[in-house]
């Protein structure tokens, strides 16, 4: 093997090491951030009861400094009560009273390296049917229409 080719070798591997190197160094901190681990209600859930309040949950400990939890209905209507309370790594947000529909949850914390996080979550309360939206009456003296 010629000093050359030696030469043209450790240029490729330093090149090699390298590379490696800084796709760790990259990739680490990426690694890192905080993410949402767990929901309650779960993300896309259909409820037969309203909760009561959202919980989140991170794989690190957040913080609520210029956070917030939001949760609305489809019409755009907030049902959050006081400000989300914060213990460690676990957000909980009171609702007010929920009726049946579809709702999001929209939060965002902060994470302790200082990096927002934020994030959709989507539920439903279904109905359980146990009261119809609306009952026509019909007076003693007439017949009901039949249905079509």
């Known amino acids: 093997m010629t000093l050359r080719s030696r030469a043209v070798r450790r240029v490729g591997l330093a090149g090699v090491g390298c590379a490696v190197l800084g796709l760790a160094l990259v990739a680490a901190p990426a690694a890192a951030h905080n993410e949402l681990i767990a929901s309650n209600p779960a993300d896309k859930a259909v409820l037969d009861t309203a909760p009561t309040d959202v919980v989140l949950e991170f794989d ?4 609520t400094e210029f956070g917030l939890v939001a ?5 755009g209507v907030h ?3 006081g400000e989300p309370q914060v213990v460690g790594s676990i957000v909980t947000q009171a609702l007010g009273a929920l009726g049946t529909g579809a709702y999001e949850i929209s939060y965002r914390v902060g ?15 279904a ?11 019909v007076s003693s003296g007439s017949a009901a229409p039949s249905p079509t």
């Open 71 to 75: 949760v609305f209905d489809a019409t």
């Open 127 to 137: 109905s359980t049917g146990s009261t119809p939206e609306a009952t026509p009456k």
């Open 111 to 125: 994470s302790a390296d200082g990096h927002p996080i934020t994030g959709t979550l989507t539920f439903t309360v």
């Open 60 to 63: 690190q400990p957040v913080q």
């Open 79 to 81: 049902h959050e009560r």
